[in-house]
């Protein structure tokens, strides 16, 4: 009998892991892009706590971003998994429920994707302000603009063109660290190859096809980025 070969597994039939894998891949996109998304707010409020808070904010945030920058992210995970877990069966047993009730592994993995490319993005978004030209924040209030129409149409999109090259870097660090997610419970796209190679006994082609989305994946997103780029910076002369 013949073996199949990755045309064979990946397809959508019967005896195919293409659906599963499919489900997988959209499973990683998802845990990348939420705690992309919680990192920018977390990295948002970082960058104006370093930039203009007071000394106490400045403190904190310098703490976050340098305990955070400090520690694996595996074990990140595993601080809100387990104490997430930890803090929601103390909740039931104060109400009477008996056992262990678990943290949903979901949420655990993006919140620890975001909290530690907030600290990233805490240090992108404060490089990019300062990148900025202080002549046009200046002809911006001379013009009797209020702080949230300077912030609306002169602060924030001229950050983000400088942010968005460092962004992409931060980005392409979420998407590999979603893989991590695996030990929660959650079945993304390496957990998934894991499952089929274990099923098969095809670890190689498993892993193989992981590689190829991944790649396809970061490609897709990078070809997006660039795109967001060029748009920010029409009109402006390049060097």
Known sequence: ????????????????????????????????????????????????AKISGGPVTRMAAET?????????????????YFGGSAAITAVGQFFGAEGFVSFPGFLAGALAV????????????????????????????????GRLLKFRRITAPL????????LGNVWQVVLKESALVSVTGVVELLRQSQIGAGS??????FFFIAALVYLAISTVSGLLLQLSERRLSRGVRRG
Do not use: K
């Open 200 to 205: 098969t006994g095809r670890p190689f082609d």
């Open 64 to 80: 976050y971003t340098t305990v955070l920058r400090g520690l694996p992210d595996l074990l990140v995970i595993y601080l809100f």
């Open 159 to 166: 950050t983000l063109r400088h942010a968005l090259p460092g």
């Open 114 to 145: 975001g909290v530690t490319s907030g600290a990233q993005q805490t240090e992108v978004f404060r490089g990019a302000f300062r990148a900025v030209h202080p002549g046009e924040l200046e002809a911006a209030t001379a013009c009797g603009m």
């Open 1 to 48: 009998m013949t073996e199949p070969g990755i045309l064979d597994i990946i397809s959508f039939g019967p005896d195919g892991w293409g659906h599963a894998l499919a489900v997988g891949a959209w499973m990683t996109i998802l845990i990348a892009l939420s705690g992309f998304a919680i990192g920018a707010v977390i990295g948002t409020f970082g960058a104006w």
